[in-house]
Structures are given as structure tokens and as C-alpha cells.
């Protein structure tokens, strides 16, 4: 009789502003999932200030990893592997989820898993779709990335188009600020946009030629200038139909890109990964998107779109099955983008 | 398990990463079984668990073979403290094991316990700025004469030099002083001048079998100062508070 054991996964994500900790079973389910959120502590400074967050993450690892396991109601020696995002994200905080997990998988004499906290983001929509298997296409769209993908296998990303300048939630950020929205801005300007009129401004779609790249600094630019020009003017801003305008030429931008890249790769389903991702009008207008191509569409609920250690645990699940493990003298890689395995 | 002196063997891990050498030790409340000290090459990220199993390998040494961490908790290098720490940490966690934190002056102090003069660990606090500390070795014991203090480099030496006392410089300073040593003021050897983790386990040893140590938890470095965004947070609010006022 062969007995097949779960394989069961402690991940660590602290990329930037989250301090976060998951237990992982057989890639797909999740024990438990425990964030402390920095946001609150950020505000204040209307950005991610490194420092603090490195701060703060050194007081919350512990007490996030141990509730983690605790809700998981694992003991500690039945963990098989320990993860920790690697990178891409603030250099001092990845330190700091890469030095817990090292700890622990020596003290457990467990193999360690670096992983890309990109390809978490993708791999969060496994969780949430227990049917969704590759190859695909992916629409990453986050506040340091915007990329498309095709994902032919598991371990296997081909990037086909990643952003000249800002990401896109980058420029919803700025955007934000520029309107004097609170940070994160994204949320803000969506719920701001929810009452305007996405066409009373006409901000350019940067780009137009490039098949699968993207640029926003035009648009945020754009942007810019035209709340400025207001000011001097003295003319009344209508902040709602900024917002909605603003985010339609962020949307149009995206879902083109995402078209020509389900078209290109003949794919059947394209899936969004990525903070942006919990955009509502995102979605709707990539479901529009992918019925018109006969696409399937795919997207994290809202608590998995932003940074969480399930994704983490789930991506590290499929790197361990193909044996790719790393030593204990893995650092932390801050610029880490799409890499082939 | 006994230790060399044949008491119950109390297996402490020392941790230094507060400076630029990355230093790792075990202590049996004893023998200093191993040392390893790494200054320069490889980041502290990089070089300190692979360092680590080499050290314990050589003594073979498991890591649930461990009675309790030492750790040196700064004042020093941010981003090297918290590598130290977080492994540390989910270490003392994963083998529950205790955890004593120690202060990288009191450490530095005891890489030279000497009498009759001041022993003065100053630790690199950037911009022209050090740590200073001023301790003395007094019948087998450690004293604080002067508590830590971050100050310019000259003012640091300016007050070992009108202490009318022969000091002992130590730790991490940012070189040869522009005008040189003041009279009185001398340089510890490049051997003793930086971290030791077998000073921070031989203190950490004494805490633990004390039964005084920390909580892994709650455990954090000893910054010493708010990070830079939340000074001038801080003074633009001032600002705004006088400007209204």
C-alpha cells in the first residue's frame, strides 16, 4: 500500500508594507493565512516608508508565523518545507522574511524556497480556482509591476510585455495624491471614479504600436498637467470625472495589451494577478475582453490580490515537486523580475 | 549532556551582526567550542547561515542540540541587526529554546576586560556621528560609567580625552581621527576592536542560566534613533504647530 503524505508548506511574504505568514497544504489548500497590515503606519507619510517597514516587520514575524501555525494547527515538525519571498519588494523588509525563514528551515533541517513574489501573485488564482491549471495567459498589475505572460507549465513564464516607466498601480498612486486622496491610492481613485464620467477627459492611450509593453508615465504626466493648468486657471475640477477618466485610459491600456496577448498566445484563459487586480472596473472590462476573444477569465478575490504568504506557499509547493530548492546563502533580490526556471 | 567541566551542558549560539563582520560562536558555559568571525566579502544575507552550519558542523554540534541563542542587539547597523535577529528569532522558536539579547557595547567592552582604564566601544552611528559607551572593569566586574550616547566623533574623543584617563578605544569608528588620537586615547588592536558572538554567548550564557532572558516576540534592536522620515515627519510638524501658534 503506497500512503501519500500532504505536503505541507510555512511560507513567509515581507516584501513591503505587509508583514505575512501561511500555512500551505499541497499547493492548493490553505490552513491558515495570517496578514498584519503596515498601511495604517504608512499613511501619515502618504507612502511606504523602508525603514519603518523593516521595523516593523522584525516586531510582527514572530507573532504573525506563530498565529500562522497556530490556526494551521500543524506542530511545527510536521512542516515539510519553509518559503519566503525573495524579491521583488524593499530590499531591508525582504531581508527580514528571508533571515526568519533561513532560521527556521535550519532549525527544522527542512529544505528553504525562494520565491519570485511576482509569480505568487499569479499563483494566488490557484487557490482561488481549484480547476485552473496552465498554460494561460497572465496579466500582472501591481504597485511596482504591470507585465503580461503567457504561463505554458507550472514552472514556466514567457514574458511577452512588461511596462518602459511606472507600473500601473504606481500611477494610480500618484494620481491619488495628486487629487489629495489618501494612500493607497488605487482604492481611492476607484471609489472616487464610481461618480464620474470616464469620458468628460481625454488622456492619451500611450503606446499604441507596442503589441504587449506598456507606459503610463504619459497618462500620469497627462494627468498632472491637467490639474495644474486647472489650478492656474482658477477653473473648477471635477475629481470624480478626473478619477473615472484617468482610470478608464489605465484600463483601455491593460485590457488592449491583455487582447493582443490571448490572441497572440491562442490562449484559452487569461488571468489577473496583482493589488490592481481587485479593480472592479478591471475586471469588468477583462471579462468583456475575454468573452469577446471566447477566453475564460480568472482573478483572486480581493484579499488574495493583495500581498499574502498563501500565494507564496502555493507557488513554493510547485517549485519544491520539480526540486528546485535554494541553499541557505539565498539573498534578497530587490529588482527580481520574471525569471524562466 | 555534560559540558568540559563536567556540568549539565548548557550549549549556547553567540550572534554578532551588528558591524561589518559577521561573527557566530558557540559556548558550552566553559569552552569557547568554535569561533567564526567573516569581516568583509559576502553580505551578512549571504554569509551567515551557511556559516553557521559550518560552525556547528565542525564541532558536530546539531542545531537541537542547542540550549539558548545570544544574540547582539546594537546599537549598529540596521539592515545587519535585523538578519541577525529575525533568524535568531525563528530559531529560538523553532528548537523553543531562550532567547538573551545583548547590548553591542557591553559586548565590545568585554572583548578587553582590563583594570585601571576606560573602555570605550564606539559604534559607527553615520553622518560624523558614533555610539559612545565608556564601561570599567572593576574586581571581575563590568561598570557603566557612561551610558550611550550618539555623538560627533570629535566630541566623543574630546570626552575620553578630558577624562584625565588612559582609554581604550573600541568598535566599529570611522578611522584614524583627523587630528589623530588625543594624549591618553589609544586604538584597540584590530582583534579586539570589533564584535565578538563568543563575548555575546559568554554573556548570553550567564543571563540564560540566570533564567533571565527575553522575549522572541517582542524582541527588537536597539535602534537608538527614529528612522529618518520620522524626524522630519516630526520637525515639519513642529514647524507647523509654531507657525499657527
Redesign the interface.
Request: proline share 7%; hydrophobic share 50%.
Given at each position: 500500500m503506497k500512503i501519500i503524505k500532504d505536503v505541507i508548506i510555512l511560507a513567509l511574504e515581507t516584501s513591503c508594507d505587509e508583514t505575512a505568514a501561511a500555512v500551505v497544504s499541497n499547493g492548493r489548500g490553505v490552513l491558515s493565512s495570517v496578514i498584519s497590515s503596515q498601511i495604517p503606519i504608512h499613511r501619515?507619510?502618504g507612502g511606504v516608508?523602508p525603514?519603518?517597514a523593516?521595523?516593523r516587520?522584525?516586531?510582527q514575524?514572530?507573532?504573525v508565523?506563530?498565529q500562522a501555525v497556530r490556526e494551521a494547527g500543524v506542530d511545527?515538525s510536521r512542516i515539510d518545507a519553509v518559503a519566503a519571498t525573495y524579491g521583488p519588494g524593499l530590499?531591508?523588509a525582504l531581508?527580514?522574511?528571508?533571515?526568519?525563514?533561513?532560521?527556521?528551515a535550519?532549525?527544522?533541517?527542512r529544505p528553504l524556497i525562494g520565491v519570485n513574489h511576482l509569480e505568487g501573485h499569479i499563483y494566488a488564482n490557484f487557490i482561488e480556482h481549484p480547476e485552473l491549471e496552465p498554460p494561460f495567459v497572465a496579466l500582472v498589475v501591481s504597485g511596482g509591476h504591470t507585465a503580461l505572460l503567457s504561463v505554458p507549465e507550472y514552472n514556466c513564464f514567457e514574458l511577452l510585455g512588461s511596462t518602459w516607466d511606472d507600473a500601473a498601480g504606481e500611477a494610480f498612486d500618484k494620481i491619488a495624491r495628486a487629487l489629495s486622496l489618501p494612500y493607497p491610492g488605487g482604492p481611492e481613485i476607484e471609489k472616487l471614479a464610481v461618480s464620474g464620467n470616464p469620458a468628460a477627459i481625454v488622456f492619451p492611450r500611450a503606446m499604441k504600436d507596442e503589441q504587449f509593453n506598456f507606459s503610463f508615465s504619459g497618462l500620469k504626466s497627462a494627468a498632472v498637467n491637467y490639474l495644474h493648468n486647472a489650478r492656474q486657471t482658477g477653473a473648477a475640477v471635477n475629481k470624480a470625472d478626473v478619477a473615472a477618466s484617468f482610470q478608464a485610459a489605465v484600463i483601455d491600456m491593460l485590457s488592449e495589451r491583455a487582447a493582443a496577448g490571448i490572441k497572440a498566445c491562442g490562449a484559452r484563459k487569461i488571468v489577473l494577478a496583482g493589488g490592481v487586480s481587485a479593480n472592479g472596473k478591471l475586471r469588468e472590462v477583462m471579462a468583456a475582453t475575454a468573452k469577446d476573444l471566447g477566453a475564460s477569465l480568472y482573478y483572486p478575490s480581493p484579499a488574495l490580490c493583495t500581498d499574502n504568504a498563501a500565494m507564496i506557499g502555493c507557488r513554493a509547493y510547485y517549485l519544491l515537486r520539480d526540486g528546485f530548492i535554494n541553499?541557505?546563502?539565498?539573498?534578497?533580490c530587490p529588482a527580481l523580475s520574471f525569471v524562466k526556471t | 549532556m555534560k559540558n568540559s567541566a563536567g556540568r549539565l551542558n548548557v550549549l549556547i549560539l553567540g550572534i554578532d551582526t551588528a558591524a561589518s563582520v559577521c561573527s557566530l560562536a558557540l559556548y558550552d558555559g566553559v569552552r569557547v567550542l568554535s569561533e567564526c568571525s567573516a569581516d568583509g566579502g559576502?553580505?551578512h544575507?549571504?554569509?551567515?547561515?551557511?556559516q553557521?552550519?559550518a560552525l556547528l558542523d565542525s564541532c558536530a554540534v546539531l542545531?537541537c542540540q542547542l540550549a539558548g541563542i545570544a544574540v547582539s542587539l546594537g546599537p549598529g547597523s540596521?539592515?545587519g541587526l535585523?538578519?541577525?535577529?529575525?533568524?535568531?528569532?525563528?530559531?529560538a522558536?523553532?528548537?523553543k529554546i531562550p532567547i538573551a539579547g545583548i547590548a553591542t557595547p557591553l559586548s565590545l567592552a568585554w572583548n578587553l576586560p582590563l583594570p585601571g582604564v576606560w573602555l570605550s566601544p564606539l559604534i559607527d552611528g553615520q553622518k560624523g556621528n558614533v555610539y559612545q559607551t565608556v564601561y570599567e572593569w572593576r574586581a571581575g566586574r563590568m561598570f557603566e560609567v557612561e551610558k550611550t550616547t550618539l555623538k560627533s566623533c570629535g566630541e566623543a574623543l574630546s570626552f575620553l580625552a578630558q577624562s584625565g584617563r588612559e582609554c581604550v578605544a573600541l568598535g566599529e569608528y570611522p578611522g584614524e581621527p583627523p587630528g589623530g588620537w588625543p594624549k591618553g586615547v589609544h586604538p584597540a588592536p584590530p582583534y579586539v576592536r570589533k564584535p565578538r558572538a563568543a563575548v555575546a554567548a559568554f554573556l548570553g550564557y550567564a543571563r540564560i542560566a540566570a533564567q533571565d532572558w527575553d522575549d522572541?516576540?517582542?524582541l527588537?534592536?536597539y535602534?537608538m534613533k527614529k528612522?529618518?522620515?520620522?524626524i522630519l515627519?516630526e520637525k515639519r510638524r513642529t514647524n507647523i504647530v509654531t507657525c499657527e501658534e
Open positions: 501619515r507619510f516608508v525603514e519603518i523593516s521595523r516587520h522584525v516586531g514575524i514572530l507573532p508565523i506563530d511545527l530590499a531591508g531581508l527580514v522574511g528571508i533571515a526568519a525563514a533561513k532560521g527556521l535550519f532549525a527544522l533541517g541553499d541557505l546563502a539565498i539573498n534578497a | 559576502l553580505t544575507s549571504e554569509k551567515m547561515m551557511p553557521l552550519q542545531p540596521f539592515t535585523r538578519i541577525g535577529l529575525s533568524s535568531a528569532k525563528t530559531m522558536y523553532a528548537l522572541p516576540f517582542t527588537e534592536p535602534y528612522s529618518e522620515a520620522e515627519w
